[in-house]
């Protein structure tokens, strides 16, 4: 790993539509928009994820059907934040370009939401706890 490396993010470039769509690490100024656009997609993975694991391949395609029908505005605007594109014209992708652009930015931000983000979260809650502790020793 090179200095540059250290310090310029990833970055995976998706054919989308006919042209080249740079897709990086999510900044923090994108987070709030890209979170209210995707908060139902993220709950009902969530409460999908378990079922997807032991369902028959039939159940599982009609699981991400339903996602596509009911959360397709969503799914593009959440997309369109990411890449700073319209969601009309993210809209306008076929599903496998729409599968690889999602594909792209899931991988490039998973592990600050599935691990940094937890640890990050586990160290604030030990102060707090170890405050709470000591308030409760002094009062006593």
Same mark, same amino acid.
């Given at each position: 790993?090179?200095?540059?490396?250290?310090?310029?993010?990833?970055?995976?470039?998706?054919?989308?539509?006919?042209?080249?769509?740079?897709?990086?690490?999510?900044?923090?100024?994108?987070?709030?928009?890209?979170?209210?656009?995707?908060?139902?997609?993220?709950?009902?993975? *969530?409460?999908?994820? +378990?079922?997807?694991?032991?369902?028959? !391949?039939?159940? /599982?395609?009609?699981?991400?059907? &339903?996602? #596509? %029908?009911?959360?397709?505005?969503?799914?593009?605007?959440?997309? *369109?934040?990411?890449? +700073?594109?319209?969601?009309?014209?993210? !809209?306008?992708? /076929?599903?496998?370009?729409?599968? &690889?652009? #999602? %594909?792209?930015?899931?991988?490039?931000?998973?592990?600050?939401? *599935?691990?940094?983000?937890?640890?990050?979260?586990?160290?604030?809650?030990?102060?707090?706890?170890?405050?709470?502790?000591?308030?409760?020793?002094?009062?006593?």
């Amino acid at each position: 790993m090179s200095e540059l490396d250290a310090i310029i993010p990833p970055a995976r470039t998706i054919l989308f539509r006919g042209e080249q769509v740079e897709v990086t690490p999510l900044r923090l100024q994108q987070i709030g928009p890209f979170i209210a656009a995707s908060r139902t997609i993220i709950a009902r993975v *969530a409460m999908m994820a +378990g079922a997807v694991d032991t369902a028959p !391949a039939a159940t /599982t395609g009609a699981i991400l059907l &339903d996602m #596509l %029908e009911q959360d397709s505005a969503e799914l593009a605007a959440a997309l *369109a934040v990411a890449v +700073g594109r319209d969601a009309e014209w993210i !809209a306008g992708g /076929t599903l496998d370009e729409v599968a &690889d652009l #999602l %594909e792209a930015v899931v991988g490039l931000n998973r592990d600050f939401f *599935a691990h940094r983000l937890r640890r990050l979260l586990l160290q604030a809650k030990r102060p707090a706890e170890e405050s709470t502790d000591s308030a409760t020793l002094s009062s006593s």
